[in-house]
């Protein structure tokens, strides 16, 4: 059996379209790389923004020296409270005007305690500042050594560098 081979010049003349179909080729696994790792970094990004979310949270409860659960108590019982005088004031002629007067009192005085909560946590701005940049500093240090394959180890690292 006889097989034709083609000649220096028909390979040289494939040649081109080859080395084309070879560059779309690169180019699509290239592409297909670049977005595994676009979706990579979008997941340790949206990761390490929750994380900073919760470290904020933890933070800003911490300065105000209650629990998360304490806090969403007294939202809910000022809420609640907020409603009750509401409808108080809508039907005005069923309730003691003393007693409305003193309920809006307690309510002044309660919103007088939030709001110097919100100005202590204000002034703390620069210190939760520094903080989200730390945390998200040491996030994005560890994503890069997880990515590199490298374990980050605390004790190999010397102080100042």
């Not at 003691?96 to 204000?122: F, I």
Request: charged share 20%; glycine share 6%; hydrophobic share 45%.
């Amino acid at each position: 059996m006889y097989y034709d081979r083609p000649s220096l010049g028909q390979r040289l003349a494939r040649l081109p379209g080859q080395l084309l179909l070879a560059l779309i080729n690169a180019t699509a696994l290239l592409v297909i790389v670049a977005c595994v790792l676009a979706i990579v970094v979008l997941n340790r990004v949206d990761n390490a923004g929750s994380k900073i979310a919760g470290n904020l949270t933890d933070a800003a409860l911490a300065r105000l020296q209650v629990s998360p659960e304490e806090f969403k108590t007294k939202l809910a019982a000022l809420d609640s409270k907020i409603e009750q005088i509401s409808n108080q004031l809508a039907n005005p002629d069923e309730q003691d005007h003393w007693e409305v007067a003193q309920q809006l009192k307690e309510l002044n005085r309660n919103l007088a305690d939030v709001k110097t909560a919100a100005q202590g946590l204000s002034e703390t701005g620069p210190q939760v500042t520094n903080a989200i940049f730390k945390q998200a500093g040491t996030t994005l240090t560890d994503a890069l050594f997880a990515l590199r394959g490298c374990a980050n180890d605390p004790e190999q690292v010397t102080p100042g560098s």
